[in-house]
C-alpha cells in the first residue's frame, strides 16, 4: 500500500486535557548511567507491524520523546504502517523496512543510532540489531511461557501488561511510564461527522462494534453479532475492512433500522474517528481494539482462541480496572489453541465463540 494513500489521524485536543504534564527529570540519570552521557541521543524504536502492535508501543514513543526532548527519534515499521506512525508528534522520522534485511541495516547505518529499542523482537530484528553493532534493547516476548499455555495449559504468565514490558526496554535511560495510556492521531481529513455520513445514527448515542479480525478464531459468528445487536438498547455501527463487508451486509440486513454496514467504507483513520466518538465499543482482539482504549472508551472486549492473560486486554491505566469488559469461555480444554489465532477452530467446533454469553455482552453495554 502506497504511503500517499495511508490516512491516519491526529487525536483531538480534547482527548488530552485530562492528561498531567508533569515528567520525570532525567538529566542526572543520563548524566552518570547512560552509555553514552555526553553524546546526544539517537534513537530508533522497532516495531515492524501490525496496527494494534504498532499503538501498542505508543506510550513508549511518548515517555522517550517528553522525557528526553532533545533526543532525535526514528521508528522502523514496514511501508503498509507507516501511516500509523508517521502523524505522531514525537516521532522525527519514519523508516521503512526496505526489501531485505541487508537493505534496511545500509538505510540505517548511516543514521549512527546511540540506541536501538527492540518491540518486535524477532529474527529478522535480532541480525538487524548485529549488523548495525548498536546498543540495543528488546522486551521480554514470554515466548516458553506462552507455549506452555497453548500447548500444555500450564500457565506462568506474569500479570503484567504488554505496555508494560515494552515500557521495561527504556528503564536503562531512566524513562518512567506516564501512566498516560495510547496514543492514536486522527488527520482531519479523516474525522467523520456522525450526523452527515450516517444520517441514521443523527446525533444519538450509538454503539460501534468491530466484526473483523485477521485470524478467524478471533471472529464472533455472524449470527452472535445479530443476537447482540437486537439485545442493544442503542444503534450500531459496524467497523471492518473489505473482507468484512459482505458479513457485515448479512447482519445489517436483518436488522435494517438498527445497524448500519461501514465495514470496508472507512479508512482506518475515518474507523478511529468512529470510535472516538461512540458511547461504548465491541471489539474482539484486535487493532481497533487498541485504538478504543487510545481514546479511553468503555471497551466490551471478546476473546476467542487468545486470552486476556497474553497481556494485551485494553490498556486503560487512567481509567481503572473496571473500565472494560470481558466476554470469554472460561475453562475450555482447548484454549488457548494459539497466542495469536487459526484460519479455522482446530477443533472445528469454535466453542470459545460459539459460547460467549451474547445476554452478558449486551447487558455490559447497555448498562
Same mark, same amino acid.
Given at each position: 500500500?502506497?504511503?500517499?494513500?495511508?490516512?491516519?489521524?491526529?487525536?483531538?485536543?480534547?482527548?488530552?486535557?485530562?492528561?498531567?504534564?508533569?515528567?520525570?527529570?532525567?538529566?542526572?540519570? =543520563?548524566?552518570?548511567?547512560?552509555?553514552?552521557?555526553?553524546?546526544?541521543?539517537?534513537?530508533?524504536?522497532?516495531?515492524?507491524?501490525?496496527?494494534?502492535?504498532?499503538?501498542?508501543?505508543?506510550?513508549?514513543?511518548?515517555?522517550?520523546?517528553?522525557?528526553?526532548?532533545?533526543?532525535?527519534?526514528?521508528?522502523?515499521?514496514?511501508?503498509?504502517?507507516?501511516?500509523?506512525?508517521?502523524?505522531?508528534?514525537?516521532?522525527?522520522?519514519?523508516?521503512?523496512?526496505?526489501?531485505?534485511?541487508?537493505?534496511?541495516?545500509?538505510?540505517?547505518?548511516?543514521?549512527?543510532?546511540?540506541?536501538?529499542?527492540?518491540?518486535?523482537?524477532?529474527?529478522?530484528? #535480532? #541480525?538487524?540489531?548485529?549488523? #548495525?553493532?548498536?546498543?540495543?534493547?528488546?522486551?521480554?516476548?514470554?515466548?516458553?511461557?506462552?507455549?506452555?499455555?497453548?500447548?500444555?495449559?500450564?500457565?506462568?504468565?506474569?500479570?503484567?501488561?504488554?505496555?508494560?514490558?515494552?515500557?521495561?526496554?527504556?528503564?536503562? =535511560?531512566?524513562?518512567?511510564?506516564?501512566?498516560?495510556?495510547?496514543?492514536?492521531?486522527?488527520?482531519?481529513?479523516?474525522?467523520?461527522?456522525?450526523?452527515?455520513?450516517?444520517?441514521?445514527?443523527?446525533?444519538?448515542?450509538?454503539?460501534?462494534?468491530?466484526?473483523?479480525?485477521?485470524?478467524?478464531?478471533?471472529? #464472533?459468528?455472524?449470527?452472535?453479532?445479530?443476537?447482540?445487536?437486537?439485545?442493544?438498547?442503542?444503534?450500531?455501527?459496524?467497523?471492518?475492512?473489505?473482507?468484512?463487508?459482505?458479513?457485515?451486509?448479512?447482519?445489517?440486513?436483518?436488522?435494517?433500522?438498527?445497524?448500519?454496514?461501514?465495514?470496508?467504507?472507512?479508512? =482506518?483513520?475515518?474507523?478511529?474517528?468512529?470510535?472516538?466518538?461512540?458511547?461504548?465499543?465491541?471489539?474482539?482482539?484486535?487493532?481497533?481494539?487498541?485504538?478504543?482504549?487510545?481514546?479511553?472508551?468503555?471497551?466490551?472486549?471478546?476473546?476467542?482462541?487468545? =486470552?486476556?492473560?497474553?497481556?494485551?486486554?485494553?490498556?486503560?491505566?487512567?481509567?481503572?480496572?473496571?473500565?472494560?469488559?470481558?466476554?470469554?469461555?472460561?475453562?475450555?480444554?482447548?484454549?488457548?489453541?494459539?497466542?495469536?489465532?487459526?484460519?479455522?477452530?482446530?477443533?472445528?467446533?469454535?466453542?470459545?465463540?460459539?459460547?460467549?454469553?451474547?445476554?452478558?455482552?449486551?447487558?455490559?453495554?447497555?448498562?
Amino acid at each position: 500500500m502506497a504511503l500517499s494513500k495511508l490516512s491516519f489521524g491526529i487525536k483531538n485536543k480534547a482527548a488530552r486535557t485530562q492528561r498531567s504534564t508533569k515528567q520525570p527529570f532525567c538529566g542526572v540519570y =543520563l548524566l552518570f548511567f547512560s552509555p553514552y552521557p555526553f553524546m546526544s541521543q539517537k534513537i530508533l524504536v522497532i516495531r515492524l507491524s501490525s496496527i494494534g502492535d504498532i499503538v501498542l508501543t505508543s506510550p513508549v514513543v511518548r515517555c522517550l520523546k517528553k522525557q528526553l526532548p532533545h533526543a532525535q527519534l526514528h521508528f522502523l515499521c514496514k511501508p503498509a504502517f507507516a501511516g500509523i506512525v508517521a502523524p505522531n508528534p514525537y516521532i522525527n522520522k519514519v523508516q521503512l523496512w526496505q526489501s531485505n534485511l541487508l537493505a534496511t541495516a545500509q538505510l540505517l547505518k548511516k543514521e549512527n543510532y546511540t540506541h536501538i529499542i527492540d518491540l518486535h523482537h524477532n529474527q529478522r530484528t #535480532l #541480525l538487524l540489531r548485529w549488523l #548495525l553493532g548498536v546498543h540495543a534493547t528488546a522486551f521480554n516476548k514470554l515466548n516458553l511461557q506462552k507455549w506452555l499455555a497453548v500447548n500444555l495449559k500450564y500457565f506462568t504468565l506474569p500479570k503484567v501488561h504488554i505496555v508494560d514490558r515494552y515500557m521495561e526496554t527504556v528503564h536503562f =535511560l531512566g524513562i518512567k511510564n506516564d501512566d498516560l495510556g495510547l496514543d492514536f492521531f486522527i488527520l482531519p481529513d479523516d474525522v467523520v461527522n456522525i450526523t452527515q455520513r450516517f444520517p441514521m445514527i443523527g446525533s444519538q448515542p450509538y454503539v460501534a462494534f468491530a466484526i473483523g479480525a485477521a485470524h478467524a478464531t478471533k471472529r #464472533l459468528p455472524a449470527h452472535k453479532i445479530v443476537t447482540i445487536c437486537e439485545l442493544l438498547n442503542r444503534q450500531v455501527i459496524l467497523l471492518g475492512g473489505k473482507e468484512d463487508a459482505h458479513t457485515g451486509s448479512q447482519i445489517a440486513h436483518k436488522l435494517p433500522h438498527k445497524v448500519i454496514n461501514a465495514c470496508g467504507q472507512l479508512r =482506518l483513520g475515518q474507523s478511529a474517528s468512529v470510535i472516538e466518538q461512540a458511547h461504548k465499543v465491541i471489539t474482539p482482539d484486535t487493532g481497533l481494539m487498541h485504538i478504543a482504549a487510545a481514546f479511553n472508551k468503555p471497551i466490551m472486549s471478546l476473546w476467542g482462541n487468545t =486470552l486476556p492473560e497474553f497481556g494485551m486486554y485494553p490498556y486503560l491505566p487512567a481509567l481503572g480496572g473496571n473500565a472494560f469488559g470481558v466476554a470469554e469461555v472460561k475453562n475450555l480444554p482447548c484454549r488457548p489453541c494459539s497466542k495469536i489465532g487459526y484460519a479455522h477452530c482446530p477443533q472445528k467446533h469454535f466453542r470459545c465463540m460459539e459460547l460467549i454469553d451474547e445476554n452478558k455482552v449486551a447487558d455490559w453495554v447497555n448498562g
